[in-house]
């Protein structure tokens, strides 16, 4: 059951055309179909199929319903016209819907996604493109070579700074005020937490802002189904078995957002 008209999830809405061209994931769904695989479009689980119905319909069943929400930037002006979720906008492109960018752009975060949508407002001719991330370029946990190639293709870096406050210019995004970051001591992962330097505020003029900080799933109206703190999918280690017996799930829906082949390995190691 796909929620799309197209198939191949995030494969197909998340990841730019430069990345994965679409003609190889039609080619990988066509294939999937020719081994016998019937599907379903335009069908939600949680409004047009219950979970109840695929448990008693089906010998088992798996969840792969990635994680779509882009993650709020919890600062001010973040609502204004202008500001976008990076998730969003690479589907919004992929669709061929208009995305009015304006000159100068501003992504938030430090992610493959960050360097997907900063690379692609680069393709779509906008003049300035910078990314900010509050952290340095070492923690940064996007590929070495997606950074590598980013900066080659013209997107300026801006490291050790946090979004504070999107400026309001009468409803519209008209930049961003960053507080300047240090580098303090160890957190919980291992990297040296970002701490505020007092008094120390920097301003990036912007048309549009685009928060990629990261992504969050969204059940909608699958209630049946045990989540975690994080609102992730609860399953069972080693099984990937969810809460309701017959039932599995895995990808981004249950890790989090993760590169692609992280999320087509739990599909495998859970069939």
Known sequence: FEAMDKPGGMLRYGIPQYRLPKHVVDKEVNLIQNMGVKINYNTKLGDDITVNYIQKNYDASFLAIGAWESSSMRCEGENLDGVLGGIDFLRQVT??????????????????TAMDVARTCIRLG??????????????????????????????IFSFLVSPVQVIDNNGKA???????????????????RPEPIEGQ????????????????VTLGNIKEINTTKWGTIEVEQGTFET????????????TGPKIAIDAVAQGKNAA
């Open 95 to 112: 669709q061929n819907e208009e995305v009015k960018l304006g000159e100068k752009v501003v992504v938030v975060g430090g992610g493959n």
């Open 126 to 155: 906008v003049k300035e493109v910078r990314v900010v991330y509050r952290r340095t370029e070492e923690q940064m946990p996007a590929e070495p070579l997606e950074i590598k190639e980013a900066k080659e293709e013209g997107v």
């Open 174 to 192: 008209a930049g961003v005020k960053c507080q300047k970051m240090k580098l303090g001591e160890p957190d919980a992962s291992g990297r040296r």
């Open 201 to 216: 505020e920097e301003i990036f003029e912007a048309d549009t802002v685009i928060a990629a900080i990261g992504q969050k």
């Open 243 to 254: 809460n309701i017996t017959g039932i599995f799930a895995g990808g981004d829906a249950v």
